[in-house]
């Protein structure tokens, strides 16, 4: 089991594929295809999180794996645009349809889920975000959306943080294909791998989103912020508002880059802000830690 020291607690982490498609909606594989797939590369938790409609998950075989009851949802959104709202933790019998994107986030809380906003990088603003009173947060890396650009959506990230909202960000596969498989996931910090305790540690925050890099530990003590990962190439921490980033310059090739495995800072006396650490490998894969207050 790995397992993560994460702000003062050992806590084991269960690598998560949390936006997955089936031929429940537009996926091409059927739900136990999916299940194969995933329990074949060790993972550890699946959420179904088809269109419109929820699985009933509590009837699959989970290959070991902890099956989580999810849905996307698309109300109508800003300007005409459809949302697309990434709910997990849902009943299965969870209507699929609302007429607001915040109909269907008060919806989600309601019943005790958790929801996200799927690959905003290039749909919608970061104050059309913030407009969603209760929204749990974004993909910050989302595979399926690599090939129109929009697979990464740092820059919204920095700017939701930046206005004040603590936001977690999530990475997925939001997988429909083959070549959606394996290449972004969740790191979910908690006791054990129940959904009760998943769903928890997902609305505190307690999780990093990762394209491969492993964080080991990420801690914040006596004013200073320090992490330990495996091997990488970079490894920056931004700070909201105000705090330059501060850590390694980028190298121009792997070959001339140093294996770092530590970042260590301290932002001195008075600092009142959020701070998130982002590391990258050779293979030009990040890693992301969830924004801290402090």
């Given at each position: ?20 498609h089936s031929n429940v909606s537009d996926g091409d594989f059927s739900p136990a295809e999916v299940i194969g797939l995933y329990a074949s590369q060790g993972y550890d938790v699946l959420a179904f999180t088809d269109h419109h409609k929820a ?154 989103a990762t394209q491969g890099p492993e964080f080991k530990s990420i801690s914040w003590e006596n004013g200073c912020f320090e992490a330990e990962f495996t091997e990488v190439v970079e490894a920056f921490l931004y700070g909201y508002p105000g ?52």
């Open positions: 089991m790995t397992t993560i020291r994460f702000y003062g607690s050992e806590l084991p982490v269960f690598k998560s594929a949390l936006h997955i699985n009933p998950v509590s009837a699959y075989d989970g290959q070991g794996m902890t099956l989580l009851s999810g849905i996307e949802l698309h109300p109508k959104g800003p300007r005409d645009v459809q949302w697309h709202l990434l709910a997990l933790g849902v009943p299965e019998d969870f209507p699929g349809r609302y007429p607001t994107g915040q109909a269907a986030v008060d919806a989600v809380k309601a019943v005790g889920g958790v929801i996200y906003c799927a690959h905003p990088a290039g749909v919608f603003t970061s104050n059309e975000i913030l407009d969603l009173k209760g929204i749990d947060g974004i993909e910050v890396s989302n595979s399926n959306n690599r090939f129109t650009g929009w697979e990464s959506a740092e820059v919204c990230w920095n700017e939701l943080i930046a206005q004040g909202f603590v936001c977690p960000a999530v990475a997925v596969d939001d997988t429909h294909t083959h070549c959606d498989l394996y290449r972004n996931w969740t790191m979910i910090a908690a006791p054990d791998k129940t959904p009760a305790s998943l769903l928890d540690a997902l609305k505190k925050g307690n999780f990093y705090m330059e980033i501060v850590g390694t310059p980028g190298f121009p090739t792997p070959e001339t880059a140093p294996q770092l495995t530590h970042l260590k800072f301290s932002p001195g006396p008075g600092f009142r802000g959020k701070i998130r650490c982002r590391i990258r490998d050779k293979f030009n894969r990040c890693a992301w830690s969830m924004p801290i207050t402090f």
